[in-house]
Nanobody, 115 residues
Framework: QVQLVESGGGLVQPGGSLRLSCVAS????????MAWYRQAPGKQRELAAV???????NYKDSVKGRFTISRDNAKNTVYLQMNSLKPEDTAVYYC?????????WGQGTQVTVSS
């Protein structure tokens, strides 16, 4: 069993920054992909950023240049540095891990961008 625990969410003013962290623990044999998804009220969950085991990254167009995803393989941790935050970034952010044929999700952390 794999557990994902997110932290770092909160309330921030437009233009501000937050750093999300997600620590994976449990029976992890290999991690292929780690990602951050987000779900705004009344909308479907969407991919915000992803990083592969080789360090390749990809981002949703609307966050490119503002968000940076990174991972520490030794700590089984993935980060999401979010800068220049906008009200439309408000959502619950979920950590995602893919290991072979299995996918795991965290409980989510709320990010609210508001003045």
């Amino acid at each position: 069993q794999v557990q994902l625990v997110e932290s770092g969410g909160g309330l921030v003013q437009p233009g501000g920054s937050l750093r999300l962290s997600c620590v994976a623990s449990g029976s992890i044999f290999s991690i292929d992909v780690m990602a951050w998804y987000r779900q705004a009220p009344g909308k479907q969950r969407e991919l915000a950023a992803v990083v592969t085991s080789r360090g390749l990254t990809n981002y949703k167009d609307s966050v490119k240049g503002r968000f940076t995803i990174s991972r520490d393989n030794a700590k089984n941790t993935v980060y999401l540095q979010m800068n220049s935050l906008k009200p439309e970034d408000t959502a619950v952010y979920y950590c995602n891990l893919v290991s072979g044929a299995r996918t795991y999700w965290g409980q989510g952390t709320q990010v609210t961008v508001s003045s």
